[in-house]
């Protein structure tokens, strides 16, 4: 599984928010887009989480 966390550049941010400085960090996962948080350290606690869960997964169904 991949599971990645990126910052959003200001392309894909309003123009409220850019001003504003406001700071988004996406979570994906095999290239979907899971989850967007505001925090960088909550981004990549829930990549953890997700990678955790998949791993449960693999284990339950070896």
């Given at each position: 599984?991949?599971?990645?966390?990126?910052?959003?550049?200001d392309?894909?941010?309003?123009?409220?928010?850019?001003?504003?400085?406001?700071?988004?960090?996406?979570?994906?996962?095999?290239?979907?887009?899971?989850?967007?948080?505001?925090?960088?350290?909550?981004?990549?606690?829930?990549?953890?989480?997700?990678?955790?869960?998949?791993?449960?997964?693999?284990?339950?169904?070896?």
């Amino acid at each position: 599984m991949t599971v990645k966390v990126t910052e959003r550049d200001d392309s894909h941010k309003s123009h409220e928010g850019v001003a504003a400085g406001i700071r988004i960090w996406d979570v994906y996962q095999q290239d979907l887009l899971v989850g967007m948080f505001h925090s960088e350290k909550d981004a990549y606690n829930y990549k953890a989480e997700l990678e955790t869960q998949e791993q449960q997964r693999e284990r339950r169904s070896a």
